[in-house]
């Protein structure tokens, strides 16, 4: 196994022990786990990131580190990721959920500067 698929792997292992623990109510390991499993997501993503033929699995790593990226608040690092990935050549499908994940990071902060201001409800649909 690559050292790209291996970090790959135990990010994802991490991600789902995150989602176990917020299942059963312990929020704060899960966000140590979210946090574990996004550094070495994004440790996998900036391995291959020069890499323009190895699509999908470059844009697949950076999609996956930057959703983590989201879930931690760490919203800067989620849309260098976004935007290196989109740098490349993406698959469509790939390409499109990126963008939807940068309107979700950005939705809010548009609005407000152009004086809109929508509960999270409002968000939440306009974001789907």
Request: glycine share 4%; net charge negative; aromatic share 2%.
């Amino acid at each position: 196994m690559s050292k790209i698929q291996e970090l790959h792997q135990q990010a994802m292992d991490l991600a789902e022990q995150a989602d176990l623990k917020k299942l059963n109510g312990d929020v704060t390991q899960a966000k140590a786990f979210l946090r574990q499993a996004l550094i070495l997501e994004a440790e996998a993503a900036q391995l291959i990131a020069e890499d323009m033929a190895a699509e999908p699995t470059r844009s697949v790593l950076h999609r996956s580190a930057a959703t983590l990226a989201i879930e931690c608040g760490e919203l800067q690092m989620a849309e260098k990721l976004i935007a290196v990935a989109i740098a490349g050549t993406p698959p469509l499908d790939i390409a499109e959920e990126l963008k939807d994940l940068f309107i979700q990071i950005n939705l809010r902060k548009y609005l407000e500067r152009r004086g809109v201001h929508l509960a999270e409800d409002q968000l939440q649909l306009l974001a789907c």
